[in-house]
Antibody, heavy 119, light 107 residues
């Protein structure tokens, strides 16, 4: 059974940093694109970033470029999102998602981890 | 950035009704358009990929169509469990984007 379990969320002050992690199991992690998608309270979905199988290609939404870094550890079946210079508008539930076949399209999703940026 | 605009934002529906949600892209994206369902307090679930391709395990009452800039998600014979928010999503070019969502409520 495919499982994606996010962790690392919490309350942080504006300008602070957090590192989100996603532990994957039930599939060959190194064979799939992985993504982060977020959802602000009461709002819709926003694609944040994704990374290809070896980690050589990374793409970001403009609003997080230069502040967030997506990475993966294929040996440990884990995905990460390093978030720096956090802003109030980064407050959201962050979902980790696995691609569909060899495609970046988010298919399996975790339950999300909540990030709140507030003073 | 490709902007996806869904309509309607909200629809009040009754069981057994046929429901159609539309998604318009700001530029042509071929068939790189996908649909998700999100129920309250749950993670999104992929319903349709590449405009019209079905997903294993998704009920056959869900179907998709369209290409270029105009797409539809149709729910034939709506069931009470289909009350949810629905999002279109494009993977034609980065940054990937989602529509603003369509929320279905029971009348």
């Amino acid at each position: 059974e495919v499982q994606l379990v996010e962790s690392g969320g919490g309350l942080v002050q504006p300008g602070g940093s957090l590192r989100l992690s996603c532990a994957a199991s039930g599939f060959t992690f190194s064979s799939y694109w992985m993504s982060w998608v977020r959802q602000a309270p009461g709002k819709g979905l926003e694609w944040v970033a994704n990374i290809n199988q070896p980690g050589s290609e990374k793409y970001y939404v403009d609003s997080v470029k230069g502040r967030f870094t997506i990475s993966r550890d294929n040996a440990k079946n884990s995905l990460h999102l390093e978030m720096n210079s956090l802003r109030a508008e980064d407050t959201a539930v962050y979902y980790c998602a696995r691609g569909y076949g060899g495609n970046p399209l988010p298919y399996y999703w975790g339950q999300g981890t909540r990030v709140s940026v507030s003073s | 950035e490709i902007v996806l605009t869904q309509s309607p934002d909200f629809q009040s529906v009754t069981p057994k009704e046929k429901v159609t949600i539309t998604c318009r892209a700001s530029q042509s994206i071929g068939t790189s358009l996908h649909w998700y369902q999100q129920k309250a307090d749950q993670s999104p679930k992929l319903l349709i990929k590449y405009a019209s391709q079905s997903i294993s395990g998704v009920p056959s009452r869900f179907s998709g169509g369209g290409s270029g800039t105009d797409f539809t998600l149709t729910i034939d014979t709506l069931e009470a469990e289909d009350v949810a928010s629905y999002y279109c999503h494009q993977s034609d070019s980065f940054p990937y984007t989602f529509g603003q969502g369509t929320k279905l409520g029971i009348k």
